[in-house]
């Protein structure tokens, strides 16, 4: 099992820059795909982005492409959310998720993850 843990949640005004981190421990970091998800007051949880278990495919939803940016660093079992440009409607928990994965590639459902974090708030002001 893993055990993930984000932090890096604030409040921050439009445009402004907020960077998400995701702390995991239990087994090696390495052997899994990593996800982004958020989930804003009344709505259903939806897909941010992903990053494969080596960091070289990743996938971002249409809503943050071009503002937001995925890494990590399999050395210190952390993956990152970079997250630029924010407006209002990015505000909303954000959590991690993670599932054993050595094929190489990403994850974009709910469904395909077995391991989530608790969530941090990220709030968005205009």
């Known amino acids: 099992q893993v055990q993930l843990v984000e932090s890096g949640g604030g409040l921050v005004q439009a445009g402004g820059s907020l960077r998400l981190s995701c702390a995991a421990s239990g087994r090696t970091f390495s052997g899994y795909a990593m996800g982004w998800f958020r989930q804003a007051p009344g709505k259903e949880r939806e897909f941010v982005g992903a990053?494969?278990?080596?960091?070289?495919?990743?996938y971002y939803a249409d809503s943050v492409k071009g503002r937001f940016t995925i890494s990590r660093d399999n050395a210190k079992n952390t993956v990152y959310l970079q997250m630029n440009s924010l407006k209002p409607e990015d505000t909303a928990v954000y959590y991690c998720a993670a599932r054993v994965d050595y094929s190489g590639r990403y994850y974009t459902r709910i469904t395909e993850y077995d391991y989530w974090g608790q969530g941090t708030q990220v709030t968005v002001s205009s």
């Open positions: 990053i494969s278990w080596s960091g070289g495919r990743i």
